[in-house]
Structures are given as structure tokens and as C-alpha cells.
């Protein structure tokens, strides 16, 4: 069995800066726009049952305005009339009102345990959304901000159970089909967990795959054998057929044309496998398995020509041996095999604090960790996507510095990247006790968060002084200051959603839509 290997994050030292005096208070007047919202945003607020800190997390604290990171300066929220409405901004000066892109097609205040609804721009042409009630759309959009071209299409939607927002999102494109992979997160309830809250969070990974051929041939799999069914040309005879079977190895042809050939993914018992036309005019073939109760992932090891077809009976079964990875109690059936890991076995080194976290990769083709990071005390503080094409960034506390990492899926020897420090940020923001969100330009340029109410505070990275400034304590020349900026917003509405780009700051109240002009360079 694989374990996964414990990694550490390596700080790149010439990103820090030991000699970083702390921010300077600028009084220089930030230029802030307000634009009135036609109807006000769809906030859901938290039920009486939702009142764990998980809850607080995923659904109390979530960030209503979206941003579509493909394009410049262009936010989305969605409103109580279920529109989703952007605002892209080109000049300050002449803003235009938010417009109505896409409507819901059903009525949100009709689902009593409705979450709010949530929105991914998976690329430049495509997004998901959710309407906080359990179904998922994926909708084709044209070139968004390309007036010639942009046109919300629901190209997917399906009820997916329970209420969830989405967390993230990806577009996949290769020769032989396009996928759109998609994060959903879920807070559901154990109801036989009588220790905590019964709370736990869920997340489940959705692919939504087109192909754009049909499948070579298609295959099922029971416990002792697998099925492979072929569509066979017209008119084919049983000389038109040549299968050669061997313990490993499978070599079909079809009227003197190679088929499919290449290593089985496990043994078979080729002397007993067969094969037989149809009168449907396609032909079956009955492969006998040598290790019985081996789930096969692929019938041929690296051929992605065929399509597997599960039925709900194996999709049961492969749950219900899935269950012992999930259970909320220590071992809850002793004569099961591989029985769930028992804290009580753990070296005291094992031992992972409450109050520690880790970092894990996960390998998307067995859903296997294969790295863990302990965090320790490093704590998380926000998420930002800094390039659309590559994973989100996360930023972490390191002792008093904020660390922006990137992860590379590519990447073995740097799979986590330090890309970015914002000097002293991370002490800074632990003195801010009403803060909501955390954000900061895909630049690196400045960081900013922003209060419950009103107050939004801007931290910007060292720039070189107009004016000669001298250390009094050392006696030396300050090259370099780095200054912080406040800025108080007119209203007494709750922010529900801040964003940040290169060049501004937007944030989102109830009614009202501000835009803080933070940088005016290109």
C-alpha cells in the first residue's frame, strides 16, 4: 500500500524582507464609486439549524460577488429576481448599470432549504452555476464582454440531491471529448453521531464529459467476469473476426482492420473467455476473470476508446465498500476487512492537534493523498486566483508575514510555489476582529480586507519614497515605505462581497455595488 509523503512548504528567502518596518497611515483620498442596484442581492441567511462553526464557514460567511478572473475588471452577482448581473468595468468615469446576462429559469424563495446560489467561470467561454437548491447547470457563454458573441446557453442542468454552493470549477478540452469538472461542497448531518453536532463537511467532485466520437466499444463488469460489447459493420461474418485471447493480453481484429490490442488491465482466464454475434449485429465478448472481486478501472491499460456502463446495483456496492473510510465510529463492524484506522494504534508523532491543519494533493485517477503538508500553525487566510489557467492560489500566516503559494499539478520537485509575501499581513489582520473577507490583486500589488460594516483597509507593498526618510533609531536612509489606506463606505448595509483586481476593489451591500480605485497604473 502507497502512503503519502510528508512535504513542507519552501519559503523562498528573497521573498521576505527581516528589515520590513511595518505600514505607514497615507491619508491620500481613495476615489470611490457607488452604483444603486435595481433589485437587491439574493442573500440567504443562516436557518436555526445551521449553527455550526462549518456553516458559519461555507454558507454565513460566503462571498456574494464574483469574479470573473478571465477578464479584466468584470464582477457578477445574482439578485432576488434570479439574475445574474455584471458589472465590467472600462473607466471609472462613465460606469455604467450593472446588466442582466442570465435569468434562473426556476423561482429560488420556492425551496424552503435553499443555500445561496453560486457561480464559476470554468474558462473564458464556459460557467457553472448552481441555484442553491440542489441543481447544477453548466452553461456555454460565447466570449463573455463580446457583445457579437456572448450568449448564455444552459448546455447541462440536473437535480444533484441535497442544496450545495460551488467551490470551484475547470474546463477540460483534449481530441477525444470536453469535460467540466466541478468542486461541490455540502454541510450534511450523520444523524447516529451522538458525540458532536452530527455536522460534517462534504465535498463531492462532479465531471460533466461530452465526447465528441462515440465510444470504440462499450464494457460492464460483474464480480467474476467483464462484457465487452462492439458494434460490428455491416454485413460481418464470423470470418470477419479474429480474437486472440491470452492470460494478460488481448488482440482484437475486425475484416483484417487492428481493433483493439494491448495489456488487460488485470489476468483473465483465457481459455475459458469467449466471444459471440449478436443479432443485433454487434459482438460480445465474455472475459473470465483470474482475481475474483477486482474491480477493474480500465479494460485495457491506457486505452480511453471504450466507455465502462455501471448499473445502480454496482454502484451500491461500491459505496457500501467505500463506507469505512467515512464512518463517524472508530470500527463499526469488527468482522468487516480493512477495518478504519483506530486512534488508539496512532504513535503520539501521528497525532495531528485540533488546532493544526494539513495541506493535501490528492491523485485524481485513484482519489489516493499522495502528499501531505503539516501546516502547524501556519493558518489560512484567503484563496486568489492569480492566473486563471493554473490552480487558486492560497495564502498562509507565517509567523508574522502572509505567504501567497501557487500549486502546480505538473510540478513534483515544486508543487507548492512561494510566489508572494505581504510583510507583516499576517499579524496585521489577527488584530482585525470584525473582518469578513480577505483579498488581494492578482499582482501581488496590494492586499485589502474589509469589516462586517463599512470599513475596508488597503495594505500595499513596499514602493520607493519621493522624499528622503531617515531611520531615527538606526540613523539610516528609508528607501522603501509601505503604506496602508482606509477607506469608510456611505452606507449601513453588510457587506456581502468584496473582489479585488490590478486596479480596484469592488464591494458589494445589500443594495449598493462601491468601486474603490486603488491603482491607476497599467
Known amino acids: 500500500m502507497e502512503v503519502a509523503a510528508n512535504c513542507s512548504l519552501r519559503v523562498k528567502r528573497p521573498l521576505l524582507d527581516p528589515r520590513f518596518e511595518g505600514y505607514k497611515l497615507s491619508l491620500e483620498p481613495l476615489p470611490c464609486y457607488q452604483l444603486e442596484l435595481d433589485a437587491a442581492v439574493a442573500e440567504v441567511k443562516l436557518r436555526d439549524d445551521q449553527y455550526t462553526l462549518e456553516h458559519m464557514h461555507a454558507f454565513g460567511m460566503y462571498n456574494y460577488l464574483h469574479c470573473d478572473s478571465w477578464y479584466q475588471d468584470s464582477v457578477y452577482y445574482i439578485d432576488t429576481l434570479g439574475r445574474i448581473m455584471n458589472l465590467t468595468v472600462m473607466l471609472d468615469t462613465a460606469l455604467g448599470k450593472p446588466r442582466e446576462v442570465f435569468r434562473l429559469p426556476t423561482d429560488l424563495t420556492a425551496c424552503d432549504n435553499r443555500l445561496c446560489a453560486s457561480i464559476h467561470f470554468s474558462s473564458s467561454t464556459w460557467v457553472t452555476l448552481s441555484d442553491g437548491t440542489g441543481r447544477l447547470y453548466v452553461i456555454g457563454t460565447g466570449e ?116 483493439l490490442e494491448g495489456k488487460l488491465y488485470s489476468s483473465i482466464d483465457h481459455e475459458s473467455s469467449t466471444w459471440i454475434i449478436k443479432e443485433s449485429n454487434s459482438l460480445e465478448i465474455s472475459l473470465i476473470k483470474k482475481n475474483e472481486g477486482l474491480t477493474w478501472p480500465e479494460l485495457v491499460i491506457g486505452d480511453k476508446q471504450g466507455e465502462l456502463i455501471r448499473d445502480s446495483a454496482q454502484c451500491a456496492a461500491i459505496a457500501e465498500r467505500l463506507m469505512h473510510l467515512t464512518s463517524e465510529e472508530l470500527n463499526p463492524n469488527p468482522d468487516k476487512e480493512k477495518p478504519p484506522c483506530n486512534a488508539q494504534e496512532l504513535e503520539e508523532c501521528d497525532i495531528f492537534f485540533e488546532e493544526s491543519s494539513s495541506l493535501c494533493r490528492f491523485d485524481g485517477n485513484t482519489l489516493k493523498t499522495t502528499h501531505v503538508v503539516n501546516l502547524g500553525s501556519n493558518q489560512y487566510l484567503f484563496s486568489v486566483i492569480v492566473d486563471p489557467k493554473e490552480m487558486p492560489c492560497f495564502c498562509l500566516r507565517h509567523d508574522v508575514d502572509a505567504l501567497l503559494w501557487q500549486p502546480h499539478s505538473s510540478k513534483q520537485d515544486d508543487m507548492w510555489e512561494h510566489i508572494a509575501t505581504f510583510n507583516a499581513l499576517g499579524y496585521v489582520q489577527a488584530s482585525k476582529r470584525d473582518k469578513k473577507f480577505f483579498a488581494c490583486a492578482p499582482n501581488y500589488s496590494y492586499a485589502a480586507l474589509c469589516e462586517c460594516l463599512r470599513r475596508v483597509f488597503i495594505y500595499r507593498q513596499p514602493a520607493p519614497m519621493s522624499t528622503v526618510l531617515y531611520n531615527r533609531k538606526e540613523g539610516r536612509q528609508v528607501g522603501q515605505v509601505a503604506k496602508q489606506q482606509v477607506a469608510s463606505l456611505e452606507t449601513n448595509d453588510p457587506i456581502l462581497g468584496f473582489q479585488a483586481t490590478n486596479e480596484r476593489l469592488f464591494v458589494l451591500t445589500t443594495k449598493n455595488l462601491f468601486l474603490i480605485k486603488v491603482n491607476t497604473e497599467n
Open 144 to 259: 463573455r464582454g463580446n457583445s457579437a458573441s456572448e450568449k448564455w446557453e444552459i448546455m447541462f442542468n440536473e437535480e444533484l440531491g441535497d442544496p450545495f454552493i460551488i467551490i470551484h470549477s475547470i474546463s477540460l478540452l483534449n481530441a477525444e471529448e470536453h469535460s467540466i469538472a466541478t468542486l461541490l461542497l455540502r454541510i450534511e448531518k450523520e444523524e447516529l453521531d451522538m458525540k458532536g453536532s452530527g455536522f460534517y463537511v462534504s465535498l463531492e467532485w462532479v465531471t460533466i464529459s461530452k465526447k465528441n466520437q462515440e465510444p470504440l466499444y462499450y464494457w460492464q463488469q460483474t464480480e467474476d467476469d467483464l462484457t465487452v460489447t462492439i458494434r460490428l459493420p455491416e454485413d460481418s461474418t464470423k470470418e470477419d473476426i479474429q480474437i486472440q485471447f491470452l492470460p494478460d493480453h488481448i488482440n482484437i481484429v475486425l475484416k483484417d482492420h487492428q481493433f
